[in-house]
């Protein structure tokens, strides 16, 4: 697609659920990045895919956050149990090649944990 | 370990004045990049610039111009005769070389131009 495609863009869910965020990135690129905005806050880098190396998980706030992304292409970010402090705007950026040049970001999924 | 701060959280002017977002980095590297991203009320991020550290030339577009100075780490963005639209949060970010290139984000300046 001609952008990064994130779904749901508002997600509401009673605390101690499990939620699924999906990123679908810009075809072709080959780096994918999920970073969590908290209300008021500067964005925090949770998880980095680039090609079919394992991935950075160095970001994730704890073991209730985990990430895959099947066949290079479509990420899914999987939040269980979750918790209040959780509630933020989860972003999803791509980009292609190494530098840092050409970041595109999506919307985002706003999640609200109640 | 990389850091970006923007010492200003809030910046309000009235339209046409201008306006100077500060950003101040940190790294340890030698090649890295900065970048400028915006934020409006639809809450979508809006690349605005990315800058090598092999370059230190200042760049113009339009009404914005950016001013990257090594010597002081400082990576600062100008707003000339600003607009309403131009009312968001705007990011500062940093990503190094050998980082695996994840952006690091400052803390953002919310710049709110008034008619």
């Known amino acids: 697609g001609a952008g990064v495609s994130q779904s749901p863009s508002n997600k509401v869910t009673e605390k101690g659920k499990d939620v699924e965020l999906r990123c679908d990135p810009i075809?072709?690129?080959?780096?994918l990045y999920w970073y969590r905005q908290s209300l008021g806050q500067g964005l925090e880098f949770l998880i980095y895919?680039?090609?079919?190396?394992?991935?950075?998980k160095s970001g994730l706030p704890s073991d209730r956050f985990s990430a895959e992304r099947t066949g290079g292409s479509v990420s899914t970010l999987t939040i269980q149990r979750t918790q209040q402090e959780d509630s933020a705007v989860y972003l999803c950026?791509?980009?292609?090649?190494?530098?840092?040049?050409?970041?595109?970001f999506g919307s985002g999924t706003r999640l609200t944990v109640v | 370990a990389q850091k970006v701060t923007q010492a200003q959280t809030e910046i309000s002017v009235v339209e046409k004045e201008d306006v100077t977002l500060d950003c101040v980095y940190e790294?340890?590297?030698?090649?890295?990049?900065l970048f400028w991203y915006k934020q409006p009320p639809s809450g979508e991020l809006v690349f605005l610039i990315r800058r090598n550290s092999f370059d230190e030339q200042n760049e113009i577009s339009g009404r914005y111009s950016w001013n990257f100075q090594k010597s002081t780490s400082s990576f600062n963005f100008t707003i000339t005769a600003s607009q309403v639209v131009d009312s968001a949060v705007y990011f500062c970010a940093l990503s190094e070389w050998d980082a695996g290139n994840m952006l690091t984000f400052g803390g953002g300046t919310r710049l709110m131009v008034k008619p």
């Open positions: 895919f680039q090609g079919n190396s394992a991935p950075d």
């Open positions: 790294t340890r590297d030698t090649t890295y990049y």
């Open positions: 950026a791509t980009f292609l090649g190494k530098g840092g040049y050409g970041y595109t």
């Open positions: 075809s072709g690129h080959t780096a």
